[in-house]
């Protein structure tokens, strides 16, 4: 069923000159997480803003649980929010701020209570809800403000902004697991922004990549992953970003190959098709960092070739590569720690079905 | 030969102590990097060094001199603030080289001599096509790419560096590291730089300063900080998801097998470790251990002593996922990789955690107790 629709929306500041969001369309089932992903200026905010009521929607209509809401004030879309902005409020404990929702609703005090104690455990805060806002750190009133946000659980939806931008690292993980875990539990729809994609993979059932005002693409993690639609998609999502390589088409007996100044590589009849019904000239290659295999692997479907090691930085969890090869500089990445030295040639490989193939001029992936 | 050697230095702003009693000496070209969450007392440490906040108590020696008193503008210190201050009329070039030619300047350079040195600190930086453009022009990453080659491009004693890197775009972030790090090296710069993100800190030192609530838990080399985190705090600033610690763990011994157990749960244990806890009289500890060293066994038999949770919720990270896994009272970050079949919410899984892959740390004050 679905819960948030965007019918051709679009976001005008003075007058039409700057056009924030332009032409939006999507869909957000009853019981997902959406999450809008993109740089700063990519109208990700603006667009929450017009589903909450605090912009105009300048063309287009949205519909909250199938009603047309253009003309709702906000407090009648029946939205709960949580903003980059904390509003808390300052003579009120943090019980009372958390509260603050449920007593509008007249709920009994008892259930209150539970509900409220329920949210500050999960978000760390239970031991502090007799302060007030002004004795607490800026993360803490963080999660006070997320903690309102969730504890009404009759909403239509639950609209984030960069929620947990501010905390710090551990912390951010900490509680986008509970987000997450808590958004699993319930089924509440949530509209979550951010800038950053590892939030967004991390929480979002579906990821709206946008840029520059323009939905680049819509899908689950796993396809934003592995099937990019762009090469703008392609770099903002994954860290470190995937590799980018120009190479250009090249025919010999009746088959394609890709060349490039690192390789050639052999196209599967499937991968050809596109390339011969249009005519492309030059087109970059996208390979993930960690889709390269740091050995020779003599298997059909696998190509190697050779590079030379330019830094070694084994951080950890995971060791960070960087070679040259040909005209390239190249980022691979290994989960756990790999024997290699700086200025050694090393022959790599990687999974003919694991590239991304895009046309350079437009940025469009080939398939 | 140390080169800058800050003894016992406190920093207090009225009663709110910024660093306590820091130490640190720093040879002649050397790349130290400072890795804290925000608030640790990284940017003071550099303004404090760099002498535009003066300090509450210690000393501060540079070539063997006291500089602790000694103005700013006679340290010949280069710094990149994350709040890069760039002159709004001047453009990009002017900007980077305005250093030459300020009165002040020891040496004035010919102009032949400055676009030598300009052109590879612009040409890593990939900000040579801006060289003509104002600040105004340029995106926030753009500015902080010509406040660094400002720093750069004079030939300071001392580079003071803060989080230089961080609003870059992921793809410069990570491509310029190693860049980086030799223009560093290779001109024998002694430096100091400030981070909160693990990878660029291990990616880029030769040593690291690990600094939380302007105390140092560890000064070391990448090795020696993975290998051995001198504090459970230490470990959870390393790693995406970061170390897991699980609290008050208490050493058992059951028909001749030791263990720790936990909230719910145990975890096997060597004799050698067992002893050293006993050793040093602890009742209870804190175990800690990074997401990557916990493994999921799909089989249904197996050898390893593994512990039963059942998943909590998983998180998709691109090349990996992490899988919360409850395991007793605890929630445990596993990583695992991304193509896995996916568990769903609150079913049995098991793990394995290899006892040499643990950490253990002092329940009390949370001290690794492999250091005394």
């Known amino acids: 069923m679905e819960k948030l629709r965007l019918e051709n929306v679009w976001k005008y500041y003075r007058g039409k000159e700057i056009q924030a969001v332009k032409d939006l369309n999507l869909v957000c089932e009853d019981g997902e997480c959406l999450a ?208 980018f390589i120009n190479s250009t088409v090249f025919s010999e007996n009746e088959k394609l190959y890709l060349q490039s100044s690192c390789f050639r590589l052999p196209l599967s009849p499937q991968q050809a098709k596109p390339l011969k019904e249009n005519d492309i000239g030059e087109l970059v290659i996208g390979i993930r960092p960690g889709d390269f295999e740091p050995s020779r692997i003599d298997a059909p479907d696998f190509l190697s070739f050779s590079g030379d090691v330019y830094a070694v930085e084994p951080v950890g969890d995971i060791t960070v590569t960087y070679l040259s090869a040909g005209e390239e500089r190249l980022l691979m990445t290994v989960l756990g720690t790999v024997d290699l030295k700086e200025g050694e040639n090393l022959v790599l490989s990687f999974s003919t079905e694991h590239i991304h193939i895009f046309d350079k001029s437009s940025g469009r992936a080939i398939n | 030969m140390a080169n800058l050697q800050i003894q016992e230095l406190i920093k207090k702003y009225d009663k709110v102590t910024a660093i306590e009693g820091l130490n640190l000496s720093i040879a002649d070209g050397e790349l130290v990097v400072i890795l804290g969450r925000p608030g640790a007392g990284k940017t003071t440490t550099l303004k404090v060094v760099a002498g535009i906040e003066p300090v509450s108590a210690g000393k501060i020696y540079f070539e063997d001199e006291d500089i602790t008193h000694t103005p700013p503008e006679e340290r010949d210190v280069a710094m990149v603030f994350e709040t890069y201050a760039l002159y709004p009329h001047l453009s990009v070039f002017d900007n980077i080289t305005l250093s030459f030619k300020a009165p002040v300047r020891r040496i004035k350079l010919g102009e032949e001599e400055i676009q030598k040195r300009v052109t590879p600190i612009t040409e890593m930086l990939e900000i040579t096509e801006f060289l003509d453009r104002k600040p105004r022009e340029l995106s926030g990453g753009q500015r902080q790419r010509v406040a660094l080659a400002r720093a750069l491009v004079r030939d300071p004693r001392l580079v003071l560096l803060d989080e230089p890197i961080a609003h870059l775009d992921a793809r410069l972030r990570h491509g310029l590291r190693p860049d980086l790090r030799n223009y560093l090296k290779d001109r024998g710069f002694t430096t100091l730089y400030a981070t909160t993100d693990y990878i660029e800190a291990f990616g880029l030192a030769d040593r690291v300063v690990i600094l939380n609530e302007g105390c140092v838990l560890q000064i070391g080399t990448r090795d020696k900080i993975l290998g051995t985190p001198a504090n459970e705090k230490v470990g959870q600033l390393i790693g995406i998801p970061p170390m897991n610690v699980i609290q008050d763990a208490k050493p058992i011994v059951e028909a001749g097998r030791m263990a720790l157990e936990a909230n719910g749960f145990q975890i096997k244990i060597g004799k050698d470790q067992y002893q050293m806890i006993e050793k040093k009289g602890l009742a209870a500890v804190d175990i800690g251990v990074y997401p990557s060293d916990i493994e999921l066994i799909e089989a249904d038999n197996t050898s390893k002593p593994t512990v039963n949770g059942e998943v909590y919720v998983y998180e998709p990270l691109g090349m990996k996922g992490a899988l919360s896994v409850k395991v007793g009272n605890e929630i445990l970050k596993v990583q695992i990789s991304a193509r896995i079949q996916r568990a769903g919410a609150g079913d049995p899984v098991k793990l394995y955690i290899d006892e040499k892959r643990i950490h253990i740390f002092d329940a009390q004050d949370g001290s690794n107790i492999l250091m005394s």
């Open chain 1, 36 to 243: 809008f992903l993109g740089p700063s200026g990519c109208g990700k905010t603006s667009t929450l803003r017009m589903i909450a009521g605090l912009e105009s929607i300048s063309e287009g209509s949205i519909y909250i649980g199938g009603k047309r809401v253009n003309d709702f004030p906000p407090q009648r879309r029946n939205v709960a929010m949580a903003f980059e902005d904390y509003a808390l409020y300052p003579p009120l404990t943090v019980f009372e701020n958390i509260a603050f929702p449920l007593q509008a609703k007249a709920l009994p005090s008892k259930k209150i209570k539970t509900r409220v104690q329920r949210v500050a455990e999960v978000l760390r805060i239970a031991d502090i809800l007799d302060k007030t806002p002004s004795e607490l750190s800026g993360g803490q009133q963080q999660r006070i403000s997320l903690a309102r946000a969730l504890v009404k659980e009759d909403v239509e939806l639950v609209l984030m902004d960069e929620p947990i931008s501010h905390l710090d690292t551990t912390l951010k993980n900490e509680i986008r697991t509970e987000i997450k875990r808590f958004h699993v539990e319930l089924g509440n729809t949530i509209v979550y922004v951010t800038h950053d994609q590892l939030e967004a993979m991390a929480l979002g059932d579906k990821i709206a990549v946008m840029n520059l005002g323009v939905l680049q693409q819509l899908g689950t993690p796993e396809e934003l992953y592995d099937r990019p639609t762009n090469l703008f998609v392609a770099g903002f999502i994954g860290e470190p970003p995937m590799n």
